[in-house]
């Protein structure tokens, strides 16, 4: 069975500093990585996905993540966050073959950016 | 081009009763899931409908259940409500079963409170 597991439930940040979101995936087969972010009172938007080729995955808003496969790792990144970046994320994963809807999300990282 | 929307955004019921909700689908868009998010978890994949037929379930009674209309609108339905169902419920759009490719487009969600 396929399990996402999210590092931190929160991440305090001041504004302008670097962040790093934690994700490590488990998974017996082959996967397909994703990162949402969710606005308060709002559904959820993507961010970005990791298909194939290569690790390196740049997404909106200047986020980016990298996979790490013999570390089973897909952290999201920002070099420079902003007051409107906070919000909660979460990384999910799927498995080749399955639809998009078989999704397995993370419990969410709460990023919060203060001035 | 509408987005996604889901109605009503909130909803009060008592243990025992069943209830509806509802979820209009992106324009073009012929693919619907339905996820259940719990306080401080991320989602949980609940069914997806693909030109009106369930395609794929998650881990959930039958007492959840679903239908999708020839306009590609759906409704989530749930029976016997138990304290534990209380949740945000997402849908999400795609243009289709074209794999990863396509991106899922959330809609706002409905809170469903149950006493």
């Known amino acids: 069975a396929q399990s996402v597991t999210q590092l931190d439930s929160q991440v305090p940040v001041f504004e302008e500093a670097p962040v790093e979101l934690r994700c490590n995936y488990s998974s017996s087969v082959s996967v397909y990585l994703f990162w949402y972010v969710q606005y308060p009172n709002q559904g959820l938007q993507l961010l970005l996905k990791?298909?194939?080729?290569?690790?390196l995955v740049k997404g909106i808003n200047g986020f980016e993540a990298e996979f790490n496969k013999s570390q089973t790792s897909f952290h999201l990144r920002k070099p420079s966050v902003h007051i409107s970046d906070t919000a909660e994320y979460f990384c999910a994963v799927s498995n080749y073959g399955g639809s998009q809807g078989n999704l397995i999300f993370g419990k969410g990282t709460k990023l919060s950016v203060k001035p | 081009e509408t987005g996604v929307t889901q109605s009503p955004t909130h909803l009060i019921k008592t243990r025992g009763q069943q209830v509806t909700l509802r979820c209009s689908s992106q324009?073009?868009?012929?693919?619907v899931s339905w996820y259940q998010q719990a306080l401080g978890q991320g989602p949980q994949f609940i069914f997806q409908y693909y030109r009106e037929e369930e395609n794929g379930r998650g881990n959930f009674p039958p007492r959840f259940s679903g239908l999708q209309f020839p306009n590609y609108s759906s409704e989530l339905n749930v029976n016997a409500l138990e304290l534990d169902d209380s949740a945000l419920y997402l849908c999400?759009?795609?243009?289709?079963?074209?794999?990863?490719?396509?991106?899922?487009?959330f809609g706002p969600g409905t809170r469903l409170t149950v006493l």
């Open positions: 999400a759009s795609s243009r289709g079963l074209a794999g990863f490719t396509d991106t899922q487009y």
């Open positions: 990791y298909l194939s080729g290569s690790t």
């Open positions: 324009s073009g868009h012929n693919t």
